[in-house]
């Protein structure tokens, strides 16, 4: 429960090197939206605070991808998501960036703060400098030969070709993506957070939270178990919060110093006078919503730096969300397997709330949950068109029948007292599930209001009984139209637009949370007739989405064609058929097979990177097509003279390739 005087909310800062897509709204922006007008219903006084984070290496290499600076990138981003997040209906107090002035400033001073108590230990450790481009070079501007498979192109903190974590020092023949050039390694000094030192309070911290989500917890608790250890708050690098002290030119603040400081910075920006309120007073609740992915930055890092500095409250709650998939499959942005917030608003004008509906009861909440176009179709037209907007439409229907849509006065004994009873139940209910983070229940108890309302006009009959006993029609629909009343404040924070609607139809304004239970349609009141409030969604325009989803996939799959060659290019090249006479798993590696091919020529040992796909037993006798004069190579201690032929998705899957008849060892493939 969460009855501080005054609330802070945060959504996390979202990355400005590409547009919204459905899982971040699933992740954080919903839930936070969602929270935050229901606090505002209820007339609390709160702030909802989110923006764009700016810095970082992902946008300086972007930017050079697509020949911009920096800025360009980010404000090209920012825009784009800025106008998503109006059109779709979020409603922060302020959506700012990271980029701005009073941020720089705001962060700087945080930084100055905690280097003048001494927080940080000065770490001086020898990092690859890239002597063309003058600049040191983070993980992902360096590449080198895996030390693991001999993969090439390894990154300096990955190999993607076998998976293992590496850092810059464990690659072979380092190069700087930069500038192609061979980098040297250069002392470099960077301002460390001693987590190791600062563990013990934060798990004091963690340990009095007893009502955070148990998902997060676990993610707390995984890290302290390990052992923090000292983090870098500087960086070298050029694009970013310049280190505001002595010898630390050309080194910026590591983005996940300066992010969670926007917070405080668009607090400041949005109420230049009154923001300490929110950030430093025991009476206020400080809850950042973000997705699982910056749990540890919120809970641990971002805490450790305010307890560091003193002057701020610490986070109340933490509730992260797990991922949201897309069709079965993770959302990728690369592959373009995703549902862009953008594309969404243009494909379907007008139609926020049925989005934002089909999200709220898929959130992830506690596990990873999954987005699919079939259920968004069925969410509406079996819940949203069936229940929700069915009743409402019929309630301002049989109003304009039986009164000339004119509320009618209650003139018989009330004997309805037991749906009001029940409406203050729900409304109940729907309260204390926001407040401890679940909203996919919330929603539930929403449509049970729909429900309730269907219920008693089907037990009441008021079609039937008109004739025989006018006064007790009155009394059904003037219940009945208090019940569409209460619903309209009750789904506001859920279906914004929807509640617009029909408090319109309704003709009333803004009304409170707690007005929910009472007669809030006064008698005679004029309202609208028919209210149409959702539109069924027909196949095809479901069809087209999927097609659009799997088409942009497939082209986003195909790698691009290569430089044309000349035949006698192609000549050099010598392919054989070939059998596999013998084939065994090679020791330590989860990708090698060894095998044994007979080429016609002479039979020779090949190693091939296929063990996830054919397992010995599998390729055992089968027909293959060899490259044969390729240059030997060793691998894992073998030496592989040849090549298999095999067609490779962007995926990563394989498939061999073979002749399509018996035809003998030895043919030429050409
Ligand atoms: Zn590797």
Avoid at 406 to 432: A, G, M, R, T, Y
Wanted: charged share 25%; glycine share 4%.
């Amino acid at each position: 429960m969460n009855q501080k005087k005054r609330h802070l909310v945060t959504a996390a800062l979202i990355y400005a090197n590409g547009p919204i897509h459905i899982g971040h709204l699933a992740g954080c922006y919903i839930p936070s939206d969602l929270y935050v007008r229901f606090l505002r219903s209820k007339g609390e006084d709160v702030k909802f605070i989110s923006g764009t984070d700016e810095h970082g290496v992902p946008i300086t290499i972007k930017a050079r991808d697509e020949k911009k600076s920096p800025q360009e990138v980010v404000d090209y981003y920012y825009n784009l998501i800025n106008d998503s997040f109006n059109e779709f209906g979020i409603s922060f107090d302020i959506f700012s960036r990271t980029s701005k002035k009073i941020h720089h400033k705001t962060s700087s001073d945080f930084f100055l703060n905690l280097y003048d108590k001494k927080t940080f230990k000065e770490i001086t450790s020898s990092q690859y400098y890239d002597e063309k481009e003058n600049q040191f070079l983070s993980d992902r501007y360096i590449i080198g030969k895996c030390p693991t498979c001999d993969n090439e192109n390894a990154y300096g903190d990955q190999c993607e070709s076998c998976g293992k974590t590496l850092s810059p020092m464990d690659l072979k023949n380092p190069k700087s993506t930069l500038s192609g050039n061979t980098p040297v390694l250069k002392e470099t000094k960077n301002w460390f957070l001693p987590m190791d030192k600062l563990q013990t309070n934060i798990e004091k911290y963690i340990n009095t939270k007893k009502d955070w989500k148990s998902n997060v917890i676990g993610q707390c608790k995984s890290w302290l178990n390990d052992g923090l250890k000292p983090r870098a708050m500087t960086r070298d690098l050029d694009w970013g919060v310049k280190v505001p002290v002595k010898g630390a030119e050309g080194k910026v603040l590591y983005v996940w110093f300066d992010a969670p400081i926007g917070y405080i910075t668009a607090t400041k920006e949005l109420d230049p006078d009154n923001w300490e309120k929110y950030w430093k007073d025991e009476e206020s609740s400080l809850v950042h919503f973000i997705g699982k992915d910056n749990i540890v930055f919120h809970t641990i890092i971002f805490p450790m730096m305010l307890m560091e500095h003193g002057d701020y409250i610490l986070p109340e709650n933490v509730p992260a969300n797990e991922f949201m998939n897309l069709e079965g499959e993770k959302i990728s942005t690369s592959r373009n397997w995703a549902v862009w917030l953008h594309e969404y608003l243009k494909d379907f004008p007008n139609m926020q709330d049925e989005l934002r509906y089909c999200l709220i009861t898929n959130l992830p909440e506690n596990k990873d949950s999954d987005f699919s176009w079939k259920d968004f179709q069925q969410k509406n037209n079996n819940e949203l068109v069936a229940i929700l907007g069915n009743y409402v439409n019929r309630v301002f229907v049989l109003c304009e029948n039986f009164f000339n849509k004119k509320v009618p006065k209650i003139s018989s004994v009330e004997i309805d007292k037991q749906i009001f009873s029940e409406l203050e139940n729900i409304k109940e209910k729907i309260e204390s599930s926001i407040r401890a983070y679940k909203f996919r229940e919330a929603m539930s108890y929403v449509i049970d209001v729909a429900r309730l309302g269907n219920k008693y006009l089907t037990d009441t009959e008021p079609w039937k009984i008109f004739k025989d006993d006018p006064d007790r029609v009155k009394a059904i629909i003037h219940n009945s139209i208090q019940i569409v009343a209460n619903i309209s404040i009750l789904c506001e924070p859920f279906l914004p637009f929807t509640s617009k609607k029909i408090k319109s139809h309704l003709n009333i304004s803004d009304l409170s949370w707690d007005s929910v239970g009472s007669n809030i349609m006064p008698t005679d009141h004029i309202i609208s007739g028919k209210a149409h409030i959702f539109s069924k969604i027909e196949d095809q325009l479901i069809e087209d989405q999927i097609k659009k989803l799997k088409l942009s996939n497939e082209n986003n799959n195909v790698m691009p064609q290569k430089n044309t060659i000349e035949f006698d290019d192609f000549t050099k090249v010598d392919i054989r058929v070939g059998t596999v006479i013998e084939a065994e798993n090679v020791p330590k590696s989860d990708k090698l097979l060894k095998l044994k091919v007979d080429t016609g020529l002479d039979q020779r040992t090949i190693l091939s990177g296929i063990s996830k796909y054919y397992s010995p037993d599998d390729i055992l006798n089968k027909k293959v097509m060899v490259l044969i004069n390729l240059k030997p190579r060793k691998m894992m201690g073998f030496e592989s003279q040849g090549m298999l032929l095999l067609a490779d998705d962007s995926d990563g899957n394989l498939s061999l390739m073979q002749p399509d008849s018996d035809i003998s060892d030895g043919s030429i493939v050409a």
